[in-house]
């Protein structure tokens, strides 16, 4: 059974730049989180979503944006890129609250 | 962003030895909480998880206690490993938003062979 994927895996961007990832849920997982983890901040919760629909969401800028796809796929957008955005970004899934989630390995964001 | 503490605690244990692993959670209305393990280069993994009916709940190697009166959780490694070392973080979330889990610091354990 694959894990989640994240693509993708290294990125370096310039300030001002915007930048999109994706994840690829476990297959059959619907929900689907995003968090971003810097060594200063820890792990930090961005938004979730549940079948297309966005749920819940933390306390970041709206640069931060992101959407699922009917097959459970996600992406998230940072729009406006600042030298803070360096970060681990992870991706996570599972069935549904309830249930544990799996994380990715992450893409590592780099703004230069 | 939402998220607890700035520094990152370290244990060194034995190889061979017991791990014990504190965390401080924030929200009292957090009913379900989870350890998860980190590698170097690699997401958290799941390893425990507990609801907030459980004091204590035990899986292959690890235990998780819950304290609710004082908002503490910790994970208990038995025998600990040299493949144990890494750094690992309690989470909690609440009923109203299972979807949002905050997670802590973490505490990165290093086993000396």
């Known amino acids: 059974k694959a894990g989640v994927t994240q693509t993708p895996r290294y990125l370096i961007k310039t300030r001002g730049q915007q930048v999109t990832l994706s994840c690829s849920p476990i297959?059959?997982?619907?929900?689907v989180s995003w968090y971003q983890q810097t060594p200063g901040q820890g792990l930090q919760f961005l938004f979730e979503?549940?079948?297309?629909?966005?749920?819940n969401k933390g306390n970041f800028p709206g640069r931060f944006s992101g959407r699922q796809f009917s097959n459970s796929r996600s992406e998230m957008n940072v729009s406006t890129l600042e030298l803070g955005d360096s970060a681990l970004y992870l991706c996570?899934?599972?069935?549904?609250?309830?249930?544990?989630?799996?994380f990715g390995s992450g893409t590592r964001l780099t703004v230069v | 962003g939402e998220s607890v503490g700035l520094h990152l605690p370290t244990l060194s244990v034995q190889e061979g030895d017991n791990s014990i692993i504190n965390c401080a959670y924030s929200?009292?209305?957090?009913?379900?909480f989870i350890w998860y393990k980190q590698e170097s280069g690699k997401g958290p993994q799941f390893i425990i998880d507990?609801?907030?009916?459980?004091d204590k709940r035990q899986g292959q190697r690890v235990t998780v206690l819950l304290n609710k009166t004082v908002k503490h959780l910790s994970l208990q490694i038995a025998a600990t490993q040299p493949g144990d070392s890494a750094v690992y973080f309690c989470?909690?979330?609440?009923?109203?938003?299972?979807?949002?889990?905050?997670f802590g610091p973490g505490t990165s354990l290093s086993v000396i062979p």
């Open positions: 996570a899934s599972s069935l549904d609250i309830n249930y544990g989630y799996t």
């Open positions: 297959s059959g997982h619907r929900s």
């Open positions: 979503y549940f079948s297309e629909t966005q749920r």
């Open positions: 929200n009292s209305a957090s009913d379900y």
């Open positions: 507990i609801r907030s009916n459980m």
């Open positions: 989470a909690e979330s609440m009923k109203t938003s299972y979807d949002k889990v905050i």
